[in-house]
């Protein structure tokens, strides 16, 4: 299997479990993986289970496609922003509904929780914008600025990674905090405790060692 196809391949599987982990409806996310200089990215408008080797669609960092029948994305402008404007080699975007719920509700995600410091700090909502726009894809840069992932006020997530895995892992766990804040704000007369950016900076340090370390014993 060539390097293409093998990243094709991660990616319909990294695409399909969005569905079924329930992070969106139909075709309404997009997933994408960069390899050297080519952008792999889910077609517009085709449901993932449908998707197979032969449907691999691959364009440049200049959006030319030279891979593939089907269209790309429309959402292509924000993917191909990120890989210009990052290290990323993974993006995806969902539209996960506790997560799209906290987009029309405030500017950034309240630190509920600690594993905030796993995406940079507080999650930030870019400013709304049509879909597939550039206006869109620029708001979101500014709401990534330092992070690895942001909510796209009254649409989704958008969260990056140097793998799929590491882009998919971080769509789930803010989407999960989204969660948790709604639920721990919905209480009748209680407000939630935060996270103070001291703490947040402890537990950042701790991420960074965190798991298999090169040499550890």
């Known amino acids: 299997m060539t390097e ?3 990243a094709w391949e991660e990616l319909v599987a990294t695409a399909r479990r969005t569905v079924s982990d329930g992070l969106v409806v139909g075709t309404s996310g997009n997933v994408s993986v960069r390899v050297g200089e080519a952008v792999l990215v889910t077609p517009s408008g085709v449901p993932y289970d449908r998707l197979g080797p032969r449907d691999l669609v691959a364009v440049d960092l200049d959006g030319r496609q ?8 429309s959402e292509l402008p924000m993917h191909l922003a990120v890989y210009r404007h990052t290290g990323a080699r993974a993006v995806v975007h969902t539209h996960a509904v506790h997560a799209t719920a906290v987009s ?4 950034e995600l ?6 905030t410091a796993a995406l940079g700090g507080l ?3 870019a400013p709304y914008a049509t879909y597939g726009t550039d206006e869109l894809a620029e708001n979101m840069l500014v709401a990534l600025a ?9 649409h989704g997530t958008v969260t990056y990674g140097s793998t799929l895995t590491a882009a998919y892992d971080r769509t789930a766990q803010l989407e999960w905090m989204c969660r948790l804040w709604l ?5 009748p007369g209680r407000t939630p405790s935060l996270l103070t950016d001291e703490q947040l900076r402890e537990v950042g340090e701790r991420l960074s060692g965190y798991g298999q370390q090169p ?3």
């Open 123 to 125: 999650v930030r909502v």
């Open 104 to 107: 029309t509700l405030v500017t």
């Open 110 to 115: 309240p630190p509920v929780h600690y594993m």
């Open 146 to 154: 330092g992070r690895s992932g942001c909510l796209l006020q009254n």
């Open 4 to 6: 293409l196809a093998q």
């Open 215 to 217: 040499g550890a014993e």
């Open 183 to 187: 639920t721990a704000h919905s209480v």
């Open 66 to 73: 030279h891979t593939g029948t089907l269209a790309p994305t």
